[in-house]
């Protein structure tokens, strides 16, 4: 079946400072990809749409240049967040999903990474 | 615009026990439903789904969901539940099947007891 690899699955880092997370389809082309935010108890709330090749589209209220998602590839899709703030601390997801032909067309999700801000 | 709403926040059930997990959603267009299963620091794994035809859903692992448009409605049930079955569970809805995001509810924290 598809799977999504995300990691890291959890990172602590210096305020100020950018993270890194990746998001893989491991078996899947993964022509569009979604990135969401989790914050304590509560549910997904979704922060960008990207298509491979193409400019991330965000949801109202997502800072741009703060969380900055590239797409470059079919496997691939990462998401920056830059000049990290404790309020940045979450739970983020991604999700993937491949062409409508592929057996894998649907929405797969990675295994999330824990940020925390100190 | 689509939206969802998960009637209950918290539902505790001594296990063995039936449970259904209640779902409803809105919408002026045709969508697609979904129940994902959350446990702890995790990621999401989908239940089941509907996307079309028979309007009862099954999952492998004793869940199952049906679809009535007439009560815009996709409520989750299991006949008997077990201990494993303390979760995080969320429905969500889709205008499609890939390209666009689904929007969830707000989720239900399923708590078997023993």
């Known amino acids: 079946g598809a799977v999504v690899s995300q990691h890291p699955s959890w990172v602590i880092c210096k305020s100020g400072t950018s993270v890194k997370i990746e998001c893989r389809s491991l078996?899947?082309?993964?022509?569009?990809m979604f990135w969401y935010r989790q914050f304590p108890k509560q549910s997904l709330m979704l922060m960008a749409t990207?298509?491979?090749?193409?400019?991330?589209?965000?949801e109202q209220g997502v800072e741009k240049d703060k969380f900055l998602i590239n797409h470059a590839s079919l496997t691939l899709s990462t998401l920056t967040v830059t000049s990290a703030h404790p309020e940045d601390s979450s739970f983020y997801i991604c999700?993937?999903?491949?062409?409508?032909?592929?057996?894998?067309?649907?929405?797969?999700f990675g295994s999330g990474t824990r940020l925390t801000v100190v | 615009a689509q939206s969802v709403t998960q009637l209950d926040s918290q539902v505790p059930v001594f296990e063995e026990a039936p449970v259904e997990l209640r779902c409803n959603y809105s919408?002026?267009?045709?969508?697609?439903l979904f129940w994902y299963v959350q446990y702890p620091n995790q990621g999401l794994q989908l239940l089941l789904k509907?996307?079309?035809?028979?309007?009862l859903v099954e999952s492998i692992n004793g869940f199952e969901a049906e679809f009535n448009k007439s009560q815009t409605s996709f409520h989750l049930r299991k006949p008997s539940v077990h201990i494993s079955d303390t979760a995080e569970y969320f429905c969500?809805?889709?205008?499609?099947?890939?390209?666009?995001?689904?929007?969830f509810g707000s989720g239900t924290r399923l708590q078997v007891q023993p």
């Open positions: 999700s993937a999903s491949g062409t409508r032909r592929s057996p894998n067309y649907g929405y797969t």
């Open positions: 078996d899947f082309q993964a022509t569009t």
């Open positions: 990207s298509n491979e090749g193409s400019k991330a589209t965000y």
């Open positions: 919408s002026s267009v045709s969508v697609y």
């Open positions: 509907y996307l079309s035809g028979s309007t």
């Open positions: 969500a809805v889709s205008l499609d099947t890939g390209r666009r995001a689904l929007t």
